[in-house]
């Protein structure tokens, strides 16, 4: 059963517009959900995690748990922001993938 | 410092050979981790170590698919009599211990492709 959705595929935002990727998660309890990224020719990296409430390049994330949703969300784009995004929840120190959006950053 | 390495970073295979994938986790990470990433899916849970225990392999696809740890450090990953399917990026992760507080850091990646 797919845990973590992530609907959109591709997502283009013109620099300096608002960034919203979106992320819904099924699970029962309290998710620990995060935030991954792979940026052009680099390995995955962690972006960010819930637990630590923390901004990171100017991205955060909003555990929702009414819509069980934890989308990302970055006010002003930049081109940097271009890359692969993952949303992703720990399940008995799993770490379950949704399938990932790419975000495209228009100059 | 240096991170996670994994060798191959490409792989070639004709259908029914045999591979092995190695991982270089960072040094004194205790907990390892194998994913498997086909071509515009999310990584995918293999298998798991704490040191040299094998904690879950519940995600390793078939009997074919094999993980080991046997010093606790550098991990093998070996697929028998490759398919076509298993063709992916294979993802090793280290972390220093298991939990949402550890963070798992990621390989380059070993790209396999089944001919």
């Known amino acids: 059963a797919q845990r973590v959705t992530q609907p959109e595929k591709l997502l283009s935002v013109f620099k300096g517009a608002p960034v919203e990727l979106k992320c819904n998660y099924s699970?029962?309890?309290?998710?620990?959900l995060f935030w991954y990224v792979q940026y052009s020719r680099q390995r995955l990296q962690l972006l960010l995690r819930h637990i630590s409430r923390e901004s990171i390049k100017g991205f955060t994330a909003d555990l929702n748990k009414g819509e069980t949703s934890f989308h990302l969300k970055k006010p002003f784009a930049q081109e940097e922001d271009s890359a692969m995004y993952y949303c992703?929840?720990?399940?008995?120190?799993?770490?379950?993938f949704g399938k990932g959006t790419r975000l495209h950053i228009l100059p | 410092g240096a991170g996670v390495s994994q060798s191959p970073r490409y792989k070639v295979a004709k259908r029914g050979q045999d591979v092995a994938l190695r991982c270089d986790p960072i040094?004194?990470?205790?907990?390892l981790f194998w994913y498997q990433q086909a071509l515009g899916q999310g990584p995918e849970f293999l298998t798991y170590f704490q040191n040299e225990a094998q904690l879950d392999k519940s995600g390793l696809p078939s009997d074919r698919f094999f993980a080991e740890r046997p010093e606790g450090s550098v991990s093998t990953l070996k697929i028998q009599r490759t398919q076509q399917e298993d063709s992916a990026v294979y993802l090793c992760?280290?972390?220093?211990?298991?939990?949402?507080?550890?963070?798992?850091?990621f390989g380059p990646g070993t790209r396999l492709t089944v001919l």
């Open positions: 040094s004194g990470h205790v907990s």
């Open positions: 699970y029962s309890g309290s998710p620990e």
């Open positions: 992760a280290s972390s220093q211990g298991l939990g949402s507080y550890n963070e798992q850091f």
């Open positions: 992703a929840l720990e399940e008995d120190d799993k770490i379950i």
